[in-house]
């Protein structure tokens, strides 16, 4: 089925630092969600992305749905351990019910 | 709010016995929940989609026959994985879609039910 194409895989950082990760897709999307998932636990829903260009923000946590609306980007500031997870971003189109998932990030801290 | 419940959250059984998962919206009306399968460092996959009071929609793929999905109530959908084999070994993670005007397309998880089947 389709999928959104999630980036980067995997990232390595030390605490403190910023973290940026983006999904893109060829096709339009009119809602972008972004999801963290922790070993053994559903996904939790940090934010929700429903409008073309709109910046939200959730604590150190902010996305962006794309102007296109075929793309969404999550960034974390100053990042802590407690952010280490798998990160998805989701995205639905009109029409449909489902959510399109991208592949995960796979976001590791060093304290 | 928005909190979505999952029981058990792990079961172990023999193989050919079935297996009830229930999940429960806890604050919020769902009119349609969702069953994902979730592999070991792989993204979700969708099951089915079950709307309150009718038939589930299967995904490509997934028998409907083995894996029956009860969505009785606005706050109650069930998946019963009959006649389990180890091969249905996994994690099983159900979302409920909250109404409302902006939301609907938004979906809250459950804490997910890890399955091992011997």
């Known amino acids: 089925g389709q999928q959104l194409n999630q980036s980067p895989q995997s990232m390595f950082i030390q605490e403190g630092e910023d973290v940026s990760m983006n999904c893109t897709s060829s096709?339009?999307?009119?809602?972008w969600l972004w999801y963290k998932q922790e070993p053994g636990e559903g996904p939790v829903l940090l934010i929700a992305l429903y409008k073309a260009g709109e910046l939200t923000s959730n604590g150190r946590l902010t996305a962006q749905f794309g102007i296109t609306r075929k793309d969404s980007f999550l960034n974390i500031s100053a990042s802590i351990p407690s952010d280490v997870g798998i990160y998805f971003c989701a995205g639905a189109q009109g029409g449909s019910e489902k959510l399109v998932f991208g592949k995960g990030t796979k976001l590791t801290v060093n304290p | 709010g928005a909190v979505v419940s999952q029981h058990p959250s792990w079961v172990i059984c023999k193989s050919g016995t079935s297996v009830k998962i229930e999940c429960r919206s806890l604050?919020?009306?769902?009119?349609?929940m969702f069953w994902y399968r979730q592999f070991p460092k792989q993204s979700l996959m969708l099951m089915a989609t079950s709307n309150e009071g009718s038939k589930a929609t299967y995904e490509q793929g997934v028998e409907k026959d083995k894996f029956l999905i009860n969505h009785a109530s606005l706050t109650l959908s069930t998946l019963t994985v009959t006649s389990a084999h180890p091969e249905d070994s996994s994690f099983y993670i159900c979302s409920a879609r909250a109404s409302g005007t902006y939301s609907t397309d938004t979906q809250y998880f459950g804490p997910g039910t890890r399955l091992t089947v011997l």
């Open positions: 604050d919020f009306q769902a009119t349609t």
């Open positions: 096709s339009i999307f009119n809602t």
